[in-house]
């Protein structure tokens, strides 16, 4: 143990009832389940509801035992978590270690004024420190004094720290109000509900007044009373396809709209003294510090149909972001003129239109494309000669698909180095941009496989500790100029001093 700690304190007392009413609900689906199975088995009903009343209660009893066992404490060097029932277990993590700070609020904690604080540690998410639940002013009041201790080594008192938060009224960075929030999930369409609801009526069809796979009845259903349009034919097929088809359409966009309400709502991105804050979400709101000093890389994305619209999305990669738990979205759905303040404020640059760039080589595309042609290739010629008509189209179009793949990557992807920052463009459909620091990158290695090594072509992979970077398909040569160049940048910085850089707002 490094410190000395304070008096241990408990989560708050409502805890208990969260977590009670949390596990009540995730009760009741349970219980409906046990109903329907065994419903026409009412006897057996009535001697399982007593064994399942008392597993609850005693979850519950289990529950309350185990966060009166639950106690932290700070000290001046660390942050001490102890819990156990039956086994005690004690966690100590340095505040140096501490990455990031972030306060969760899920809408039932939401309803008694508590959230969770979660500290990241930038060692993946099973090792991420936790606590929950707090007040909200403690929670705020142990961020800060984390982040105090960590920043300048200097001891505070959690009655110390101010309560009042001096960037509210400031303007944002960037925010994101309900008409940007709904133009986002139109773009967010999703058919993953369709699948949802499909499986759901094949396991419960059996509560249904009607069999739903049934093809006639739904014909008879299309036609209408007195079969209507039954006299039509192919022409009202067309028109079921059809209503089927924009049936899913409203499906999948409502799961877009929603999804992404419930996870932007009220976003808000503003530049303070520790950093970015972003704030955000409907039911589960989160309040997230990311250190600008900490950003290690940016990495600048967009989709198919959002790039013809201008719209990008801008994450910061650092040193927390190995985290499960960490989302590091600074502008999710942007126009680049918004982008480019935020990219500012990191000390990072934008690619200027003086910036070189560079493909792949030829040698190395055209390698990744015979090797994702070695099944479809011979599947292709076989089905021309065996299978009847046009079923040989099948594969040849896959096969098609691959070589117009790597030919549109070879066309896009691109690499570029200046003297502060390398990028790294991939993809076409969905194509994003990475930007790293050359003096934040902690390695950088070649990679050849027998093939590259024949073929006088390599990878280099560039080391972060939030996350990777690399560049597929270099020439040797140029791999090694890179390296050289990367690895003297390094050498010219202290990365302990760079970790502890205070880099203000403007």
Do not use: C
């Not at 950003?295 to 600048?300: C, H, I, N």
């Not at 979205?329 to 560079?358: C, K, N, R, Y």
């Amino acid at each position: 143990m490094t410190g000395d700690l304070r008096e241990p304190k408990r989560t708050d007392p409502r805890t208990f009832l969260v977590e009670a009413v949390s596990y009540i609900i995730r009760f009741i689906p349970a219980a409906a389940a046990l109903f329907v199975v065994m419903r026409d088995e009412l006897d057996r009903l009535s001697f399982a509801l007593p064994i399942f009343g008392l597993l609850f209660v005693g979850n519950l009893v289990a529950q309350y035992l185990q966060w009166t066992r639950l106690t932290y404490a700070t000290g001046d060097a660390d942050i001490r978590v102890e819990k156990g029932l039956l086994s005690r277990a004690a966690r100590s993590v340095p505040y140096e270690r501490i990455q990031d700070v972030s306060i969760e609020q899920k809408l039932l904690p939401r309803l008694f004024g508590l959230v969770a604080v979660k500290f990241e540690t930038g060692a993946g998410g099973k090792e991420d420190l936790s606590l929950a639940y707090l007040s909200e002013a403690e929670g705020e009041r142990l961020r800060e004094v984390v982040k105090e201790r960590r920043d300048e080594d200097a001891p505070q008192a959690l009655s110390e720290v101010p309560q009042t938060d001096p960037e509210q009224s400031s303007a944002p960075l960037f925010q994101m109000g309900p008409k940007r929030v709904l133009t986002f999930g139109l773009f967010e369409f999703s058919m993953a509900v369709v699948a949802v609801i499909g499986g759901l009526a094949q396991q419960f069809e059996f509560l249904l007044p009607f069999d739903i796979w049934d093809l006639d009845l739904w014909q008879e259903r299309l036609a209408g009373p007195g079969q209507q349009l039954a006299g039509l034919g192919p022409l009202a097929q067309a028109i079921g396809v059809m209503i089927g088809v924009a049936s899913l359409a409203v499906l999948g966009f409502a799961t877009g709209i929603v999804r992404t309400a419930l996870r932007e709502w009220d976003f808000r991105l503003d530049r303070t003294p520790k950093g970015f804050r972003r704030r955000r979400g409907l039911l589960t709101r989160t309040d997230l510090v990311m250190p600008v000093h900490r950003v290690q890389a940016l990495r600048l994305e967009t989709g198919f149909l959002r790039r013809l619209f201008g719209w990008h999305g801008l994450k910061v990669i650092s040193l927390a972001s190995d985290s499960g738990a960490a989302n590091h979205e600074a502008a999710p759905f942007a126009q680049m003129d918004e982008i480019a303040p935020i990219v500012a404020e990191t000390g990072f640059a934008l690619p200027g239109s003086d910036i070189t760039w560079h493909r792949a080589m030829d040698r190395y595309r055209l390698d990744k494309m015979i090797l994702a042609s070695l099944v479809l290739l011979p599947v292709t010629i076989a089905a021309i000669f065996i299978t009847p008509s046009w079923q040989w189209l099948i594969p040849a179009i896959a096969l098609a698909w691959i070589i117009a793949h790597h030919w549109w990557r070879w066309r896009h992807d691109r690499h570029a180095l200046d003297k502060t920052q390398l990028y790294s463009r991939h993809g076409w459909f969905a194509p994003s941009l990475a930007i790293g620091s050359r003096t934040k990158l902690q390695s950088v290695e070649i990679l050849q496989g027998p093939i590259a090594r024949r073929r006088g072509y390599a990878s280099l992979l560039l080391g972060l500790a939030g996350g990777k970077l690399r560049v597929h398909g270099m020439p040797l040569e140029e791999a090694n100029k890179w390296r050289s160049a990367i690895l003297e940048s390094i050498g010219k910085t202290d990365f302990s001093d760079l970790l502890e850089a205070r880099v203000e707002p403007a």
